[in-house]
């Protein structure tokens, strides 16, 4: 239908246009055919960089979990918390495994919940008394909660990833383990003394247990990916604005002045940041609304110009420092800074400090990371960083400000002198074409028209000369070309008509 629709309606239009195979076109296409060999290898280029960037920042993340710092907290002092200590001390240390450390200066387990909020990622807690109870239980038959025993006190809310993955499986997989080899050394022992049997069985069978402390809840449905996948949709709607703005923006820089650009274009950018991050901290609101989860910070109206204002520094930021190469890159290589840029960001939430190279270490001062950090403290009050998070941020902001600057005035520097057009394409490129003549050949333009004998003139004249020349009548004075009068457009006098418009 297409076929006949065309055939009917576009007969004859295609008569003075050549075929694909014509000869005439083969050096077009033998052109453009370079041109695309040389798009296929820098799309090449884009999609190994974004593979490298992504899979080298989680690559080998268990052989770091080392630096991850699991505490045992003995409040009870007994033999029951002595030989716990033994049991996890005495678990085989691995690379891919948290190292165990013992505290002493914490007195209670409020002292315990109090420093994992603030810092720490994880504790095994010996409760106090756990000695006493389970001695009474065996001897004179008394009422016992193994699940008094232990316990695990975790913060979900420093880095959701990293306490699923390996804090909270550790803790409970010691819990369990402890559990297990502390029953069976005590059915051995009463076996071995020939003791007898305690009036309730069941504190000799299953004496250790635990319960778990989520100091800063943060394993609500979508929290792992809450503030990541709010940033990159605020992040890939910048980048189509601001790739409309570097198509459209030539006239201004040939016309406006460098100091308006300066203030046009972060303001700009400030007032796009604004705009999406507010929709950003609208979506969550319908969506968490709140009491979206009874264990997480209840959610006040500060709580909303906290996401807004965090999500538009983090918006804001990025956006300098994409224009910032969006203003001097070619079309051919404008994906790879978004690339770039995209990738290490959305790794820096998914992963942790200590759970990175050195090398990869760099992507936790970019901006996901700290607008995270700030998130999850909101919402959790988990390990509070805020002072840190807020100082990186405005640091990159000012910074990509500065730089800003400087590009502005390169770029408008390349538009006035012809140097680079509107899309950005550089002169001695296949596609470039700018209205604005390049500097060089203009200024070897007027050179090359310049008299021979103009140097001789002008040393020779004296002043004398001057004032004859200027008392001269005017009618002797000819111009050496001639001079073209042209009509101005929106009136009505024309002065090679005569008509003066009256």
């Avoid at 090359?448 to 140097?455: I, L, M, Q, V």
Wanted: glycine share 6%; aromatic share 14%.
């Amino acid at each position: 239908m297409l076929g006949i629709y065309s055939w009917r309606r576009l007969s004859g239009k295609d008569d003075h246009r050549v075929s694909f195979t014509d000869s005439k076109l083969r050096p077009e296409v033998k052109k453009r055919f370079w041109d695309y060999v040389e798009l296929a290898f820098i799309s090449a280029i884009m999609i190994w960089s974004g593979l490298s960037l992504f899979f080298g920042g989680i690559h080998k993340r268990s052989a770091y979990v080392n630096n991850i710092n699991i505490y045992l907290v003995d409040l009870d002092g007994g033999s029951v918390g002595a030989n716990i200590s033994q049991l996890i001390f005495d678990f085989e240390i691995t690379p891919s495994s948290p190292v165990w450390l013992q505290r002493h200066d914490l007195r209670s387990l409020d002292a315990v919940k109090s420093w994992i909020l603030d810092s720490g990622w994880g504790a095994l807690v010996i409760n106090k008394g756990t000695s006493d109870r389970l001695s009474k239980a065996l001897s004179d038959g008394t009422d016992y909660n193994p699940a008094d025993a232990m316990t695990l006190v975790e913060s979900s809310g420093r880095q959701v990833v990293a306490e699923m993955l390996y804090v909270s499986s550790t803790l409970s997989t010691a819990a369990q383990t402890v559990s297990r080899k502390y029953a069976l050394d005590q059915l051995k022992f009463f076996h071995d003394s020939q003791a007898q049997l305690p009036h309730r069985t069941a504190a000799l069978v299953d004496p250790i247990s635990y319960t778990t402390i989520d100091v800063a809840p943060a394993g609500f449905t979508i929290s792992p990916i809450m503030s990541t996948f709010g940033y990159l949709v605020i992040l890939l709607s910048t980048i189509g604005v601001l790739i409309v703005w570097k198509m459209t923006s030539f006239p201004f820089f040939t016309k406006v002045r460098y100091r308006d650009l300066i203030l046009m274009w972060p303001v700009l950018l400030l007032g796009l940041a604004l705009v999406l991050s507010f929709y950003q901290a609208l979506a969550f609101l319908a969506f968490r609304g709140p009491d979206y989860n009874s264990l997480a910070l209840t959610y006040t109206p500060a709580t909303f110009f906290k996401f807004w204002f965090t999500g538009a520094a983090v918006a804001f930021s990025l956006g300098l420092w994409l224009f910032n190469w969006f203003l001097h890159l070619t079309p051919l290589f404008i994906a790879l800074p978004s690339i770039c840029t995209v990738i290490p960001n959305v790794v820096s939430t998914i992963g942790t400090f200590e759970l990175a190279s050195k090398f990869y270490r760099i992507f936790y001062a970019l901006p996901f990371f700290n607008g995270s950090s700030i998130i999850l403290y909101i919402t959790t009050g988990a390990h509070p960083t805020v002072g840190r998070n807020v100082g990186v941020l405005v640091a990159e902001m000012a910074g990509m400000t500065l730089i800003l600057w400087v590009s502005i005035w390169v770029r408008q520097v390349c538009a006035l002198r012809g140097i680079s057009d509107a899309h950005g394409w550089f002169r001695g490129s296949t596609y470039f074409h700018s209205p604005i003549p390049y500097y060089k050949s203009v200024h070897e333009g007027a050179e090359s028209h310049r008299p021979a004998d103009a140097e001789a003139r002008i040393e020779s004249k004296s002043a004398s000369d001057s004032t004859l020349s200027a008392q001269a009548p005017p009618a002797r004075r000819r111009p050496t070309e001639a001079i073209e009068i042209a009509d101005y457009d929106e009136d009505n006098v024309s002065l090679t008509t005569g008509n003066l418009g009256v």
